[in-house]
């Protein structure tokens, strides 16, 4: 069993719809929380990052994270066809640099317009 | 701001050679972490450099090394290749003391083992 699991989907959803993307892990000494995106042909980049459990909103998107439950959750409100492209979670045991990120295996988001 | 670059970002190989994949971080960044991208297995941390140390190394076989510069580019070798290590390999540099220690990471190099 993989230490982070993700739903791979695909998902397709219309324009405007609010999107939920889920991860579950095993690790219970993860303490840094964060979602990536990942477009076609390209690096992933930083969308979201939390500590603990709680939840940290930046503008239509919203992360969750209830480590009791080893639970995470990235929403998306007001989905746009730019949005469309793959995200995956990424999980840490310590903070900075030297951390080593495990990763959800990434869920394939279309956005129709 | 010049973003992390990585060369060949694309390259063919038969089983038994060896590759040696190359990395500029963002200017200033001084760690640099290396991972495999395959559709079965997703991101697999391979190993992180700072300051020319490896600081960190998943699990991955002794095929794979890599080595860090004094201006902080990076490489990384894969010896003897095999199939399976077809895949994505993604570069990321982090500036060390940053609030978030954000991963920067570069488009990837992507290598075929025929």
């Known amino acids: 069993q993989k230490e982070v699991e993700q739903d791979p989907g695909p998902l397709s959803v219309p324009e405007g719809a609010i999107v939920s993307l889920n991860c579950t892990y095993s690790n219970s000494a993860f303490q840094y929380f964060m979602w990536y995106r990942q477009y076609s042909r390209k690096g992933p980049e930083l969308l979201m990052y939390t500590y603990s459990s709680g939840n940290k909103e930046d503008g239509r998107f919203t992360a969750q994270v209830d480590k009791s439950s080893k639970y995470i959750s990235l929403f998306i409100r007001d989905s746009q066809p730019s949005d469309s492209a793959t995200y995956l979670c990424a999980m840490s045991e310590t903070s900075g640099s030297a951390r080593q990120l495990t990763f959800g295996s990434g869920t394939q988001l279309t956005v129709l317009p | 701001k010049a973003g992390v670059t990585q060369t060949p970002r694309y390259l063919i190989k038969t089983r038994g050679q060896q590759v040696t994949l190359s990395c500029s971080p963002i200017?200033?960044?001084?760690?640099v972490s290396w991972y495999q991208q395959t559709p079965g297995q997703g991101l697999q941390f391979l190993f992180e450099?700072?300051?020319?140390?490896?600081?960190n190394k998943g699990n991955f076989p002794g095929r794979f090394s890599g080595r860090q510069f004094s201006n902080s580019r990076s490489e990384m070798n894969v010896s003897t290749l095999e199939l399976g290590d077809s895949a994505l390999y993604l570069c990321a540099s982090s500036l060390l003391g940053g609030a978030t220690g954000e991963l920067f990471f570069g488009e990837g190099s992507r290598l075929t083992v025929l």
């Open positions: 450099y700072f300051s020319e140390t490896q600081r």
């Open positions: 200017s200033g960044h001084r760690s």
